[in-house]
């Protein structure tokens, strides 16, 4: 891949304020858990216990559920959802998975997953 084309692959993903709305949704009902908002990758992430769990990327967020889990394959079944690339030259990170904002009513429940896996 030449510079050009790594500079395109790794550009920061701008976000909607509807992706930003439903991601500050996510933050302020985790934040009783121990749950800061931070930067990751950078993105704007949910961190816990200074370790990243979830971020925003575009009009996706993507949550660290660990690849063997239960709540990892029914999030790549999600219309849309993949492993998250956030280099965007296919070495995406096996445990982390991204889900775009149609599907953002599962973003609740898959940010408390990834805090659960996080936390461990």
Same mark, same amino acid.
């Given at each position: 891949m030449d510079d050009a %084309? @790594?500079?395109?692959? @790794?550009k920061k993903?701008?976000? +909607?304020?509807?992706? &930003? =709305?439903?991601?500050? !949704? &996510? %933050?302020? =009902? *985790? +934040?009783g858990a121990g749950v800061a908002l931070g930067q990751t990758f950078g993105s704007r992430a949910l961190m816990v216990n200074?370790?990243?769990?979830?971020? $925003?990327? !575009?009009?996706a @967020?993507?949550?660290? *559920? !660990?690849? =063997?889990s239960p709540h990892h394959s029914r999030a790549l079944? $999600?219309? !849309?959802?993949? $492993?998250?690339d956030p280099s965007g030259m296919g070495r995406p990170f096996k445990d982390w998975v991204e889900v775009p904002t149609t599907s953002a009513d599962a973003w609740p429940s898959l940010a408390e997953a990834a805090l659960a896996f996080t936390s461990s």
């Open positions: %084309a @790594m500079t395109n692959a @790794m993903k701008e976000s +909607s304020a509807a992706a &930003v =709305d439903a991601f500050e !949704g &996510v %933050a302020a =009902d *985790l +934040s200074s370790k990243a769990m979830a971020c $925003l990327n !575009g009009e @967020m993507a949550f660290k *559920l !660990g690849r =063997d079944e $999600l219309p !849309g959802a993949q $492993l998250f």
